[in-house]
């Protein structure tokens, strides 16, 4: 099994297939990282760990041993106050208004399987998975805080995910000022620090930068998870590439505030942490209460960024994601967002949906502007109420007659906001975020729901829930648009306010959980303004993402490149939109727009009454297509050929598990007068087999398309895309 206990040298090794993780108890009470990497026996790891002395400025807090000091000892969850000036995972305020703990190993437990993270989501193990879990109980004597670390590892998956219950053991009330999931100090700091940064419309980009002495760190304090930072940080060893070199990721199943970074210190050592954002946050424990830190999980590969991004997918696939539809094949859709947006009635819905039909998509989904009075973003919201002025036959009419035309209908919610101007609002203006006395801020016309009340809860359930029984209604879209400001609660006491943030993660979880598993026959996609809460929390509910409010297909190639990273395409919604594009102005091929799009859950979003007959005979090509390679997108592996953050190309493809088919896209973005040649390689396929290219009669080894590769494709015009479809060969 993955987990080995040394009980005389007091060391701890956790083995994945490829990896191994191992840190040992100093003194018999402080437990101290030893290594992290590729597989190893172990025979001396415990010689990894060097104490030596060093000048009074790092002061021991054991006189008896000059060369222990917490400043440079190695810490697998470091506290502050007792001789470690780096950042630390934890720190907890006391009565008497102190801050000092000094927490030391109590005992552990191995435990086969991995335990539920109560109220939050988490990644999982199913019967037969090795998976096990390590249970480190740390204590401080003074207070009676108990703090257990949980390391569960996956070994055939390759993850082992971090997580913290801290719990007040004493007589008197704590007061939690900062709990993140996991730290980790390595040996040096000869890294980069990778991060997924951008903004609405511009999700995701890649940055990538040299560790410098002193703290280099991301965070969102907007109540999400945001579109300006993802919950994602990763260290590459010098040198390290896409195919290449150590990789070690760090991701954050969570959807809120959160603060993940490095922290290289004097002695040119780095420590990397992440967890929920301390910034404003404080949690008060009484007696016998206890806090779980959301989960990190934490990923290394050999085999560069690459490696460490299909580790990622084939856990989030199948070990993140949840119910029918992490197995099943997803539908192509039409949206009508931007074909209609709040101007239509049910005739227009039905001929978008009956063209849909004809051209082979599956699934139409009625976006905004169906409910209350819902004419334009400034009213309704909250008012979960069909609008008879729009549909006078009601929802129900407009399903059948979108079934009858042997569609599935799907529909377009924003549950956790509120407008003004709504009859909720008007009934219940205590329901949403807010400090009273203070302006109320809006964005987007709206306010924040607050849902860590519970009537607020039951009120989202019950309305919810009903308008999904009206009628058979097969998927959701599940959106947010705007982030928490006057964070604040009606019903929560004083010492409790800065809680609210997290209460209110908490409390969506509860909304999530106790919906989906009431509908687990309805496809749910998660959205915030596009990717403004592309995370591993909101997959655990979801299984899919809207990945951008920005459809432009060159747009996409950055924000889905820089999506895949962490996340699998089988978590992207992708959509073929109008052009000129609505948010760049551009106008690109039919072609590539269907190129880019299906690569992810594949869709429309666009009135297909107004193509023209060349236009549908494309789209119908599209369509088919999917069909026959949507398996591949949806459960094969992924892998990046050509990055759009390096040049003017970009080409990616996706291989089966069985390496036996392959699908596989390149896009130039700017044209070139008379350009040179050139070619580009493939990857993940089987070097001893021969493809064959379908739809020509060209056959070619696997050993040649990966070493020697294929010619790039020339185009007349900017934007040009080409796809290849590679089947094994008998």
Not at 106 to 135: F, M, S, W
Not at 177 to 206: P, T
Not at 226 to 253: C, K, R, W
Request: proline share 5%; with cysteine; charged share 25%.
């Amino acid at each position: 099994m993955p987990i080995f206990y040394d009980m005389d040298k007091q060391l701890f090794h956790l083995q994945t297939c490829r990896t191994s993780y191992a840190f040992l108890l100093v003194h018999s009470k402080y437990p101290s990282h030893l290594y992290w990497g590729r597989r190893v026996r172990g025979r001396n790891l415990d010689a990894l760990l060097e104490l030596k002395e060093r000048a009074s400025f790092s002061p021991t807090p054991d006189p008896a041993d000059r060369r222990l000091s917490f400043d440079t000892l190695p810490h697998e969850y470091p506290g502050y106050g007792n001789s470690d000036f780096r950042m630390p995972a934890f720190q907890v305020q006391l009565p008497d208004g102190s801050t000092v703990s000094d927490l030391r190993y109590v005992t552990h437990r191995i435990i086969d399987g991995k335990p539920e993270l109560p109220g939050l989501p988490a990644t999982y193990a199913e019967d037969g998975d090795a998976v096990q879990t390590l249970v480190l109980t740390l204590r401080d004597e003074r207070t009676g805080l108990t703090v257990d670390l949980s390391y569960s590892v996956f070994e055939e998956l390759d993850a082992i995910t971090r997580s913290v219950r801290l719990t007040n053991g004493g007589t008197e009330p704590l007061k939690l000022l900062r709990a993140l999931s996991m730290s980790l100090d390595f040996a040096h700091d000869r890294f980069d620090l990778l991060q997924l940064s951008g903004s609405w419309a511009r999700e995701r980009d890649l940055f990538r930068s040299r560790l410098r002495p002193g703290l280099q760190a991301i965070e969102s304090r907007r109540g999400s998870s945001s579109h300006m930072q993802n919950p994602f940080i990763a260290l590459l060893a010098e040198g390290a590439t896409e195919d290449y070199g150590d990789v070690y990721g760090a991701s954050f199943v969570y959807s809120g505030n959160f603060l993940a970074g490095v922290e290289v210190d004097q002695f040119r050592t780095a420590r990397m942490f992440m967890g929920i954002n301390p910034f404003d946050f404080s949690w008060h424990l009484d007696a016998g209460e206890s806090f779980q830190t959301p989960e990190a999980v934490l990923v290394y590969s050999a085999e560069g960024l690459g490696g460490m991004s299909r580790i990622y997918h084939d856990l989030y696939r199948s070990r993140l994601c949840r119910g029918r539809f992490r197995d099943e094949a997803r539908p192509i859709l039409v949206n009508n967002w931007e074909a209609t947006y709040f101007d239509f009635d049910a005739d227009k819905i039905e001929a978008i949906a009956r063209q849909g039909k004809e051209l082979g998509i599956e699934l139409f989904v009625l976006d905004d502007g169906w409910f209350g009075k819902r004419d334009d973003d400034t009213t309704s919201l909250g008012d979960w109420f069909v609008d008879r002025k729009k549909l006078p036959l009601g929802l129900e009419d407009l399903v059948r007659r979108v079934k009858e035309l042997g569609m599935q209908f799907g529909l377009w919610f924003e549950p956790e906001m509120i407008s003004p101007e709504s009859e909720l609002y008007r009934a219940h203006p205590d329901w949403c975020l807010h400090v009273e006395g203070r302006h109320r801020t809006t964005g987007r016309n709206q306010l924040v729901l607050d849902l860590s009340r519970q009537d607020v809860r039951d009120y989202l359930v019950q309305t919810i829930g009903g308008i999904l029984e009206s009628a058979p209604i097969t998927y959701v879209k599940w959106d947010m648009n705007r982030n928490m400001t006057e964070i604040g609660s009606a019903l929560l006491p004083p010492h409790r306010q800065r809680e609210t943030a997290h209460r209110y993660m908490l409390g969506l979880y509860e909304v999530l959980e106790r919906i989906t598993s009431a509908f687990p026959h309805i496809l749910f996609e998660s959205c915030s303004g596009g990717g403004g809460r592309f995370d591993p929390g909101m997959l655990y509910y979801m299984p899919q993402t809207w990945t951008s409010d920005n459809t432009d297909a060159i747009a996409r190639l950055r924000i889905q490149y820089g999506t895949s990273i962490v996340y699998p395409v089988s978590s992207m919604g992708a959509h073929v939109s109008a052009v000129p594009n609505h948010q760049v102005g551009r106008v690109t091929p039919l072609a590539t727009r269907g190129n880019v799009a299906m690569s992810g859950n594949f869709g429309y979003e666009l009135d297909l009454t107004r193509f023209t007959e060349e236009e549908k005979i494309e789209v119908a090509r599209q369509v088919a297509l999917y069909k026959e390679i949507r398996h591949l997108v949806q459960f094969g592996d992924f892998y990046r050929l050509l990055s759009p953050f390096e040049g003017n190309d970009a080409a990616w493809m996706m291989v089966s598990k069985d390496k036996r088919e392959a699908f596989v896209v390149f896009v130039t973005v700017l044209n070139e007068a008379h350009p040179p040649l050139g070619r580009f390689r493939l990857k993940g396929l089987d070097p001893d087999r021969n493809y064959r290219l379908v739809d020509t009669d060209q056959i070619y080894g696997g050993d040649e398309l990966m070493f020697a590769g294929l010619p790039k494709p020339l185009f007349r015009s900017d934007f040009g895309s080409k796809i290849y479809r590679l089947k094994a060969v008998e």
